[in-house]
């Protein structure tokens, strides 16, 4: 059997209380750095690590997604990539990119994906060399975002969008809420095995205190209640419940 194709490495900065920052490796010692909401743990890991920083990749213009970005492009020299839609709140821009735009790190093209919906002008970036999906703040595990500037058939069209990709994509969001989340999403559907199987396991690893992203596309065809909704109204019922609920 041929081997398996190795894939560059995504490091994981955690940052605030559960945001991650995720820094793609595309290249040995060359990291794009995607919504660094926080200069200093950026930073301090590509100095410990040795690493260089050549872009900044962010999906959104929320602050926790790009509070980091003037202070690591001073250090570094770094381009800061954003969306175009919301460009005038992405400090230190220097390319505006929209859906069916790349933006090639190296050997790897990542694809730029118009998911509107949490915000208006959300993109996210998918490099399928590296099997990767960088989602921000639009799909989460058995979640999705909450609609802060669109309309359920926004975040409806968006999650079709990211759930047409290939099913063996590796996940990289922008939040630890899989706990939340699948605790929500079980009372939406209660006779979902696949997703109690899933709720049992992330319990466990979050009492080991263990990071639940990334995570396959596929499962979140099979688990979360907002991308297997099936219609925008259905979609916003649930989003509407997910705002009010309090966890047991
Ligand atoms: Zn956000
Ligand atoms: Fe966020």
Known sequence: MPPLPELPPVHRVPAFADNYIWLFEYEPGTVAAVDPGDAAPVLAFVERRGLAISHILNTHWHPDHVGGNRAIKAASG???????????????????????????????????????????????????????????????AMGCGRLFEGTPDDMFQS????????????????????????????????????????????????????????????????????VRAGSPARLGEIRRAKDAFQPA
Do not use: K, W
């Not at 939340?180 to 095995?193: I, W």
């Open 78 to 140: 770094c381009t800061v990539v954003g969306p175009a839609r919301e460009a005038d709140r992405i400090p230190g821009i220097d390319r505006a990119v929209d859906a069916g735009d790349g933006v090639m790190l190296g050997a790897h093209e990542a694809r730029v994906l118009f998911v509107g919906g949490h915000t208006a002008g959300h993109i996210a970036y998918h490099v399928p060399s590296a099997r990767a999906l960088f989602s921000g703040d639009t799909l989460f």
């Open 159 to 226: 999650l079709a969008r990211l759930a047409a990709l290939p099913p063996e994509t590796r996940v990289f969001c922008a939040h630890e809420y899989t706990l939340a989340n699948a605790c929500f999403a079980v009372t939406v559907e209660p006779g979902n095995a696949a997703l109690a199987a899933r709720y049992a396991a992330v319990q466990e690893a979050r009492r080991r205190n263990e990071p639940t992203v990334p995570f396959a596309l596929a499962e979140e065809l099979a688990t979360n209640p907002f």
